[in-house]
């Protein structure tokens, strides 16, 4: 396969625009075309370890899917980069790589079902087939009587039996069927409203419009490899689904009225949202992984503005890692450990910055809507923009004060601290103020209770002991 460019980097008014939240199209299309290359380099090493390590039906079938991929990449090259994109290639491919080159270094077998895992290639390629109307003849995983075709949907096959493998075969058109030996055959058109025919399980899409711009993501739940981002709620009625459409739809209109910009980003970049388990009386929560560009997992929020706080914070992860994917901020982590004023342990210098930026957009979310018509939102969003416009000041002292920062890295933080430095400055309620330094002093207080050894004199370990640089 081809990665379609030879070299991706940011110029400086992109990385600046970055820095501040200030998002076009067009950046978040140079993020995307970095993804794509880099699944296909994934994909390509991964082949290549295959083959090389002598896996028998890994190697056929990651050959045949390579090939298929190749040929509807030249036929319908959009089509096959968007779905080198889906997030759940992204951590497939890595999860693979991983496996093959740790059995490669120790010199032992490749963990049990790794062969099979592997063979989620040809899941990918046979999408990509059959959305083209290519010829397609391959074998796919199955897993639980369950083929899976990724973003599409999940096949189930008639007589499911203990069979790890099943043939699909199309002659192109959208027209296939998938057999295991000795069943009968289980046949679909796609294109055809295939969510009539038996076993056929169309992945659901949220799509939700608000003045004059959409959004359409898929509703990851049953989705095996993205399952992998947390305890997924798999079993999800129709009356759960159309809750998360509804809270989609809330979301989408406080997100396109307060910022478009942060909006288009979100319409670019996000592909899948993956339900989150959530016992009772347990937080809300949410992840998102640098290898799955576009997936955001997440406990439905309890309210719109909560679910926007959210998609903002963890989208901000996903833009973070791909930009590091082109260019480096910093120098890799060592062993020292730093005060982050959003956790109650140490840690790794890459997570403070990551903290950094997250909150960097959830504070300037929070001070936008400090404007709202409403009396309850502002005073939500007065309190929430004076305690994070702190805790983003503290976290960006501390990343600049550690000299790990490349040359391109303190371009981007020295923007985001000047920024920062202007929001100090913004008046808010005495009050909110007030719980901002109190709740700030508190955690520090708690932190280095809990985090530095008794009678060890402040700033002896790389990690904060009393306040972080530049602390008001």
């Not at 295959?50 to 390579?66: L, M, N, Q």
């Not at 992840?287 to 903002?312: N, Y």
């Amino acid at each position: 396969m081809t990665r379609g460019r030879n070299f991706h980097g940011l110029a400086e008014g992109d990385l600046l625009a970055l820095a501040n939240v200030r998002y076009t199209s067009e950046i978040i299309d140079q993020l995307t075309s970095a993804q794509f290359s880099r699944n296909a380099l994934l994909l390509e090493a991964l082949r290549r370890g295959v083959v090389a390590a002598g896996y028998v039906t890994a190697s056929g079938v990651i050959e045949a899917a390579t090939a298929l991929l190749s040929q509807a990449q030249a036929d319908q090259p959009q089509l096959v980069r968007q779905l080198l994109v889906l997030p759940q290639f992204g951590l497939w491919a890595a999860d693979c790589l991983i496996s093959v080159q740790t059995a490669a270094t120790s010199g032992q077998s490749l963990e049990p079902g790794t062969e099979h895992e592997i063979g989620y290639a040809a899941a990918f390629a046979a999408t990509a087939g059959l959305l083209t109307g290519s010829p397609v003849d391959c074998l796919l995983p199955v897993r639980d009587g369950i083929a899976y075709l990724p973003a599409l949907a999940q096949v189930r096959l008639d007589d499911p039996t203990s069979s790890e493998w099943a043939r699909l075969r199309s002659e192109g058109g959208g027209a296939a069927q998938l057999t295991v030996p000795g069943r009968r055959p289980t046949l679909f058109q796609l294109g055809n409203a295939p969510e009539r025919t038996a076993g056929w399980i169309s992945v659901p899409r949220l799509q939700v419009r608000s003045r004059g711009l959409g959004l359409s993501v898929a509703l990851g739940h049953s989705d095996p490899i993205l399952s992998r981002l947390g305890p997924v709620s798999s079993a999800l009625s129709p009356e759960s689904i159309e809750a998360w459409h509804r809270g989609v739809g809330q979301v989408w209109q406080v997100l396109t009225g307060d910022d478009h910009r942060f909006a288009r980003a979100l319409a670019a970049g996000l592909t899948a949202l993956v339900p989150l388990q959530q016992p009772a009386g347990a937080p809300p929560t949410s992840a998102a992984s640098g290898w799955a560009w576009g997936a955001i997992a997440l406990t439905l929020p309890p309210d719109p503005l909560t679910f926007a706080e959210t998609l903002i914070h963890e989208f901000q992860h996903l833009v973070l890692a791909a930009v590091e994917d082109i260019v480096p901020l910093a120098r890799e982590d060592d062993k020292d450990l730093f005060y982050s004023p959003w956790r109650d342990d140490p840690r790794p210098f890459s997570s403070v910055l990551q903290g950094a930026y997250a909150f960097f957009a959830v504070a300037d979310f929070w001070r936008k809507q400090g404007h709202a018509r409403s009396p309850a939102v502002r005073r939500r969003a007065e309190d929430n923009f004076a305690r994070q416009r702190r805790n983003v000041s503290d976290a960006l002292a501390i990343v600049a004060e550690a000299d790990r920062l490349s040359e391109t890295g303190q371009i981007f933080v020295r923007s985001m601290k000047e920024r920062s430095a202007e929001w100090l400055a913004d008046p808010v309620p005495a009050s909110a103020e007030r719980l901002a330094r109190q709740s700030s002093h508190e955690h520090r207080h708690r932190w280095r209770l809990a985090n530095t050894t008794p009678g060890q004199p402040p700033g002896e370990d790389s990690a904060i002991a009393e306040e972080p640089p530049g602390a008001t």
